[in-house]
């Protein structure tokens, strides 16, 4: 007989723990294993009970979810986290597959969306419901490789992420505008940016971790 799937549950509202028990019941060779109230308490269930699955609320006390999934990540790296949350937020859903959570599921269409991402898990797909991925607009493909680029172009990317424009990157790295313009296409075809404003925005937000001691 085929292992059943284990899963455990991490939320603090009992109910709702209770109404996802239910749910999952629904699937065939499903097996709930713990549950808990507390994040702090993830990690060390996970390692007695070896869950496949854990359904991990955000807004768990103790330890919030993102912490929690990012300590399951490191401590038991086969595990995979499925976020069921209320919150819908960008930054709330970026933090958590940043931190290792393989699929997010809002606590409203937690229904048939976590059993759908239950099995998008097992086939080792990624998943969002469609509210989240309305929401995100594809903002959880591949990032683009900082690394692949050269010293010069690191820090143009900084320089632009700064606010300084192309004439003024020119006069700061002591080189012509032509040479500049050469490297802002050279990062756009690396990093696959379709425009400048495109690459305006990735160097906003990369502009911090470049650090403010790369080379002139």
Known sequence: MT????????DDHQMFRDALRGLL??????EVVAET??????????????????CMDLG??????IEATRSLATAC???????????????????????G???YVTKIDAGNELLRAVEAVQCNQKYLSPRVATLLEGKLSEPPNIAQLGTREGRV??????????????????????????YLRNIMRKLDLPS????????????????????L
């Open 77 to 99: 790296p086969a595990v995979k986290v499925i976020v069921v949350s209320a919150f819908v937020e960008k930054r709330y859903v970026l933090d958590a597959f940043d931190a």
């Open 196 to 215: 400048i404003a495109a690459l305006t925005r990735f160097a906003v937000d990369a502009a911090a971790s470049l650090g403010a001691d790369a080379e």
């Open 101 to 103: 959570a393989v699929a």
């Open 157 to 182: 990317l900084q320089l632009i992420g700064e606010g300084h424009t192309p004439a003024q990157i020119a006069e700061l790295l002591q080189t012509s505008r032509s040479t500049v313009d050469v």
């Open 60 to 65: 768990l006390p103790g330890m919030n979810g």
């Open 25 to 30: 019941a629904s699937l065939p060779n499903v």
């Open 3 to 10: 292992r059943p799937l284990r899963i455990l549950l991490a």
């Open 37 to 54: 109230d507390n994040g702090l308490d993830v990690v060390e269930l996970a390692k007695a009970a070896s869950p496949d699955i854990v």
